[in-house]
C-alpha cells in the first residue's frame, strides 16, 4: 500500500517469510534505489534481488553519466522496457517480481 502526502510519500509492505529456514529479519521488501527514491518489492525473493540490483545498476550509471540523479518516471520507463525485453527472446523466462517506485521530485521555483 502506497500513499502520497504533500511533501512525503508512505509505504507499507506485509513481510511475508517464505521458508522456515529464512531468518525474518533477513527478509525486507523496501529498497533504496537511489537518495530520493525507494522501491517496494513482491514476488520471488531472487528475483526481487536481481531487479533490486538492475534498478540500483541504472541509477548509478545515469548519474554518472549525465551528472545528476534520474527522476522517478525515467526509472519506472527503463525499468519497465528492461523487463518487457525477456518477454520478447527466446531462453529468457520473464522475472517473477512485481516494483512499486517512489519518491520526491523537488522543483525549483526559480
Not at 502520497?4 to 521458508?19: H, I, L, M, N, Y
Not at 520478447?88 to 521530485?105: D, N, S, Y
Amino acid at each position: 500500500v502506497g500513499l502520497t502526502g504533500e511533501g512525503c510519500a508512505v509505504v507499507v509492505c506485509q513481510k511475508k517469510v517464505p521458508d522456515k529456514l529464512l531468518k525474518e529479519d533477513s527478509i525486507t521488501h523496501v529498497f533504496k534505489a537511489a537518495k530520493d527514491i525507494g522501491m517496494a518489492m513482491s514476488g520471488r525473493v531472487p528475483d526481487c534481488a536481481s531487479v533490486v540490483d538492475d534498478t540500483r545498476h541504472e541509477t548509478m550509471e545515469f548519474a554518472h553519466d549525465f551528472g545528476y540523479d534520474c527522476d522517478v518516471a525515467w526509472l519506472a520507463k527503463r525499468m519497465g522496457e528492461k523487463a518487457q525485453i525477456s518477454t520478447q527472446r527466446a531462453g529468457l523466462r520473464p522475472l517473477g517480481a512485481g516494483t512499486i517506485l517512489f519518491g520526491m521530485e523537488m522543483l525549483d521555483s526559480g
